[in-house]
């Protein structure tokens, strides 16, 4: 799976998205401009111990991104999404794409995209859920749906002897 960062603005966010690509093998995309130095001593304390295990690329634009997998499948997590992410079938090396905290996808490329635009159900006087969390949600329900590809799994089947 990859995961993209549309010029992400809070450095503990990023650390945290980074350890769960990491723990999770996930490739980390991030499209500047960021909102932080890549140093930034919240960014790598989010992160913790990981950033050994993290495979990570930097982006001057989203357009280089689409340009660069052409042929990949794109998810874009918006409020505005008409369809439930659980609603997808996700592929093992599909992108799911994420906007900044305070203001989430520009609308040009929602509006590009309007058919791959997902949503984690809300109450509706809820803004939004932090980015960290959302990361996690869809990346959790597209790998659970291809059986967690490459991760250690413990069984919970029961052993009737």
């Given at each position: 799976m990859h995961l993209v960062l549309?010029?992400?603005?809070i450095p503990a966010n990023a650390g945290n998205v980074a350890r769960t690509c990491a723990v999770t093998g996930a490739v980390l995309h991030l499209v500047k401009p960021?909102?932080?130095?890549?140093?930034?001593?919240?960014?790598?304390r989010a992160g913790l111990d990981y950033w050994h295990m993290l495979k990570v690329y930097y982006?001057?634009?989203?357009?280089?991104?689409?340009?660069?997998?052409?042929?990949?499948?794109?998810?874009?997590?918006?409020?505005?999404?008409?369809?439930?992410y659980t609603e997808v079938k996700y592929g093992v090396d599909d992108f799911l794409v994420?906007?900044?905290?305070?203001?989430?996808?520009?609308?040009?490329?929602?509006?590009?995209?309007?058919?791959?635009?997902?949503?984690?159900?809300?109450?509706?006087d809820a803004r939004s859920l932090n980015l960290s969390n959302s990361v996690a949600i869809v990346l959790y329900e597209?790998?659970?749906?291809?059986?967690f590809p490459g991760l250690q799994k413990i069984s919970t089947k029961r052993n009737n002897t």
């Open positions: 549309v010029q992400p603005e960021l909102g932080f130095s890549v140093d930034d001593k919240h960014l790598k982006h001057e634009s989203f357009d280089e991104v689409l340009a660069a997998y052409r042929g990949h499948q794109f998810y874009f997590a918006t409020t505005k999404g008409r369809r439930v994420f906007g900044k905290e305070t203001s989430g996808l520009p609308d040009e490329i929602l509006n590009r995209f309007p058919e791959q635009c997902i949503r984690i159900p809300m109450v509706n597209a790998l659970r749906q291809n059986d």
